[in-house]
């Protein structure tokens, strides 16, 4: 089992730049794909981006490529999500996710554990 906790949200002007970091408890990180899921006011939660145990395979929504990159530390136990050229449209509660499964990673039932989010404000 592992826990996670997001950190790195706030308040930032359009065309900024942040930082999100989740880290997670539990000796078996590393086996861990792990994802980036956002969920905007009134609307459902949305799948963001993904990268496997090493790190080796990313994937991203196509609204933030080129604009977003996730990456990890096993040695800390921690998965980043750097955000670029922030939008608007950008602002959302972000949550990270873990899972050790390696199917529907693009989707919210492929997912076991969540932390609690970090909130994420674009102002324009």
């Known amino acids: 089992q592992v826990q996670l906790v997001e950190s790195g949200g706030g308040l930032v002007q359009a065309g900024g730049s942040l930082r999100l970091s989740c880290a997670a408890s539990?000796?078996?990180?590393?086996?861990?794909?792990m994802g980036w899921f956002r969920q905007a006011p009134g609307k459902e939660r949305e799948f963001v981006a993904f990268?496997?145990?090493?790190?080796?395979?990313?994937y991203y929504t196509d609204s933030v490529k080129g604009r977003f990159t996730i990456s990890r530390d096993n040695a800390k136990n921690t998965v980043y999500l750097q955000m670029n050229s922030l939008k608007p449209e950008g602002t959302a509660v972000y949550y990270c996710?873990?899972?050790?499964?390696?199917?529907?990673?693009?989707?919210?039932?492929?997912?076991?554990?969540w932390g609690p989010g970090t909130q994420v404000t674009v102002s324009s």
């Open positions: 539990g000796r078996t990180f590393s086996s861990y794909t």
């Open positions: 990268i496997n145990w090493s790190g080796g395979r990313t």
């Open positions: 996710a873990g899972t050790l499964r390696i199917a529907a990673v693009t989707t919210m039932a492929g997912y076991d554990y």
